[in-house]
């Protein structure tokens, strides 16, 4: 498969709970895109990878979450003391040229409880 | 002023007609188009790119875009009931770290038979 994969698919948590999600880029591509997406909007950007370097992190994103590309392969997406307001849709996308379109994963959908 | 603005429909358009689409964006150096289509449930596919002024086709798809007023749009063709998706439109902004898309709220489009 060398699609871009995420897992888990589905998490269902409680309040104040740490979620971690995974995402596997197309091997080939040295850029990794974290977006998040809630219902009737379109994706929103949280961060970005270039290998193993995080370049933007986006100013929406609180301090309860984190991201990490350990070696440029899989990227790691952590949020600490989950609120319903997390609730969405988390999506992984990787391109491989700056003028390339994403491919993005199938997304983990959080739900918070 | 969001930097990308579609109308969110729903556009409802009859089996075989043309369904068209329209997206402004804000940024005027803006770079890089991108059409992608999602269905309930699952993630964004890239069906179109453009980044010269005018129309690119691709089978029953145009992308059209105009950067001095700044919107492109997206037609289809012989729209089939398949077609009924949300359509995001993505911007790359020149200068934005590492191809980030700044994607718009998406059209919902409805083809009925």
């Known amino acids: 498969d060398t699609g871009v994969s995420q897992n888990p698919r589905h998490k269902i948590t409680k309040r104040g709970q740490n979620v971690t999600f995974r995402c596997d880029p197309i091997s080939e591509h040295n850029r990794l895109y974290w977006y998040r997406q809630t219902l009737g909007q379109g994706p929103e950007f949280l961060t970005y990878f270039q290998n193993e370097a995080q370049l933007e992190k986006s100013r929406l994103l609180s301090d309860r979450f984190s991201a990490e590309r350990p070696k440029g392969s899989f990227s790691t997406l952590e949020i600490q003391r989950t609120e319903q307001g997390d609730s969405a849709m988390y999506l992984c996308a990787s391109s491989l040229g700056v003028s390339d379109g994403y491919t993005f994963g199938s997304g983990t959908r959080l739900t918070v409880v | 002023q969001k930097e990308v603005e579609q109308n969110s429909g729903p556009l409802s358009v009859p089996e075989g007609a043309i369904a068209s689409l329209n997206c402004t964006y804000s940024?005027?150096?803006?770079?890089?188009f991108f059409w992608y289509r999602q269905y309930s449930g699952k993630s964004p596919e890239l069906i179109m790119f453009i980044y010269s002024n005018g129309d690119k086709e691709d089978g029953r798809f145009t992308a059209q875009l105009n950067k001095a007023s700044q919107y492109v749009s997206l037609l289809i063709r012989d729209s089939q009931p398949s077609d009924s998706a949300t359509y995001l439109c993505a911007v790359n902004i020149a200068g934005a770290a590492g191809n980030k898309l700044t994607f718009g709220g998406g059209t919902r489009v409805l083809v009925k038979p």
């Open positions: 940024d005027r150096g803006s770079q890089s």
